[in-house]
């Protein structure tokens, strides 16, 4: 599924001329690139400590079977979460938002995407991408997920 996906972004990208510096100038107006990075560092690591602390906090709370669940360890679930990761950019943002994009450019007869476009298929891609995940969320809750 990633390969097929990655070509697809790949030949998006391209045809959209969205380069890295046209991808810059989409995302990020002139010059704040370092302090944006910067806060999107600092956002990830305090929504790292509160999931961490959360857990700490509320892990007494939970039903016994959750807490008896033995979990692979730092090392796998580090390299599943990465791995995980990579392959769902891939998929959404490179896949899915591009070949958005490129349909969106096709439909309004564009010949690169507005600002406008590429937003309304990043926030469409990142709704996919929450759908996606509601089975993974329906099944940690004991629950069968049904559309």
Request: with cysteine; charged share 15%.
């Amino acid at each position: 599924m990633t390969a097929p996906l990655a070509v697809l972004g790949l030949w998006s990208r391209s045809r959209q001329g969205l380069e890295v510096s046209s991808l810059a100038k989409l995302l990020i107006k002139d010059g704040l690139l370092i302090n944006t990075l910067l806060l999107a560092v600092a956002f990830g690591c305090f929504c790292g400590f509160f999931v961490v602390f959360s857990d700490k906090a509320f892990y007494s709370f939970l039903p016994t079977e959750y807490r008896d669940i033995e979990l692979p360890g730092s090392l796998p679930g580090f390299l599943a979460a990465f791995g995980a990761g990579i392959n769902e950019e891939i998929w959404f943002r490179l896949g899915m938002m591009t070949g958005l994009m490129t349909f969106g450019c096709w439909l309004l007869k564009q010949d690169q995407a507005s600002t406008v476009l590429f937003w309304s298929t990043n926030v469409i891609s990142a709704l996919l991408f929450g759908v996606a995940h509601l089975p993974q969320f329906a099944l940690m809750n004991g629950n069968e997920f049904k559309l």
